[in-house]
């Protein structure tokens, strides 16, 4: 591919736990036939990987049936393996106002998919968006877009992994690109990984340094609805840290009722961090049943008359306490 040069893209933290988002701040205009804008991606290995392409096609020959224009989002991986994704216009008759799209989806140059849509923009030079997500490690591709919504378009089977290094968008004409971004997001089982094991934490807390370590289970709860629901009926230690002896870590033991499939035993479920001035009271950053990071105003405080890990969270409304976990 003939690449054109880029000012430097920029790279910012996501939402999501390790997830990265990079993209262009600006992009040339317009580009030539056979140019290329790429964009390189962080690694994605085990996670997902979302590439997200808005382009207006500036010169299209209208004519009946399939557009000899397109533009296309490539991805391609440290191999050297290619998927693409084509939409291309379709006119049934030139006095049609049902202006569609053909979108194909390509592995290394064989057809996987090829899909009509009505959510694209009617008109030939309208800005329409693409949007592939790729599962790396099982290799399966959604792809979605549309002008005003972003809508499914297909999904399609890889047959193995398939972890993208860079994406690519080019068109056979002139065109317009006003957005490329990519986003990955590692598997939270990874990303959450908190070093302990069953050995290493049963020998941590054999000579517990501080008096909140110890395993903690669910006593009860106060919440609204409305604002927050628990996760579960959680068990949990409560661990030193063994990089930064100032912060404790909440290591998940079990109990998930939502996402259980997704939650494994020893996976990090937060941190806790002393709070200057203020005995037995804890900063408290939560990783929610779908993996969200709760760290606004949330506080823990153990008391010992009786025995309690009580965790705060104000702005949801919610307070959840624990009682030491003795068998």
């Known amino acids: 591919m003939a690449g054109i040069a880029l000012v430097a893209a920029q790279q910012i933290a996501g939402h999501g736990i390790g997830e990265t988002t990079v993209y262009y701040p600006t992009l040339p205009a317009p580009l030539a036939a056979a140019d290329t804008l790429t964009l390189a991606l962080p690694g994605a290995q085990g996670g997902r990987c979302l590439v997200q392409a808005r382009v207006w096609l500036t010169k299209v020959?209208?004519?009946?049936?399939?557009?000899?224009?397109?533009?296309?989002?490539?991805?391609?991986?440290?191999?050297?393996r290619e998927l693409s994704v084509t939409p291309r216009l379709l006119l049934d008759d030139f006095d049609s106002t049902d202006r569609r799209m053909a979108v194909e989806i390509e592995a290394d140059g064989t057809t996987l998919s090829r899909t009509v849509s009505g959510a694209f923009s009617s008109d030939p030079k309208g800005f329409n968006l693409i949007s592939v997500v790729?599962?790396?490690?099982?290799?399966?591709?959604?792809?979605?877009?549309?002008?005003?919504?972003?809508q499914e378009i297909a999904s399609v089977e890889l047959g193995g992994a398939f972890s993208p290094v860079a994406a690519h968008v080019t068109a056979n004409t002139r065109a317009e690109a006003t957005m490329i971004a990519g986003r990955v997001s590692p598997l939270p089982q990874k990303a959450l990984a908190s070093g302990w094991n069953k050995e290493t934490l049963e020998e941590r807390l054999?000579?517990?340094?501080?008096?909140?370590?110890?395993?903690?289970?669910?006593?009860?709860?106060?919440?609204?609805?409305?604002y927050a629901r628990p996760g579960g009926r959680y068990t949990l230690a409560v661990v030193r840290n063994s990089n930064d002896a100032s912060r404790f870590d909440i290591v998940y033991l079990g109990g998930?009722?939502?996402?259980?499939?997704?939650?494994?035993?020893?996976?990090?479920?937060?941190t806790l961090t002393?709070?200057?001035?203020?005995?037995?009271?804890?900063?408290?950053?939560?990783?929610?049943?779908?993996?969200?990071?709760?760290?606004?105003?949330?506080f823990a405080t153990l008391s010992e008359s009786p025995r309690l890990l009580t965790l705060d969270f104000p702005l949801l409304k919610a307070t959840f306490r624990f009682t030491p976990l003795t068998r």
């Open 61 to 80: 020959s209208p004519m009946v049936g399939e557009s000899r224009q397109w533009w296309r989002v490539v991805l391609t991986d440290s191999a050297g």
């Open 134 to 150: 790729c599962e790396t490690s099982s290799g399966r591709v959604s792809v979605s877009g549309g002008c005003e919504e972003n």
């Open 206 to 226: 054999a000579s517990p340094t501080a008096s909140i370590e110890g395993k903690w289970t669910y006593l009860d709860r106060t919440n609204e609805p409305d």
């Open 256 to 270: 998930a009722e939502i996402n259980p499939d997704g939650w494994e035993p020893y996976m990090l479920k937060g």
């Open 274 to 298: 002393p709070t200057p001035g203020l005995e037995n009271s804890y900063t408290l950053t939560w990783y929610d049943a779908t993996f969200n990071v709760q760290a606004d105003e949330n």
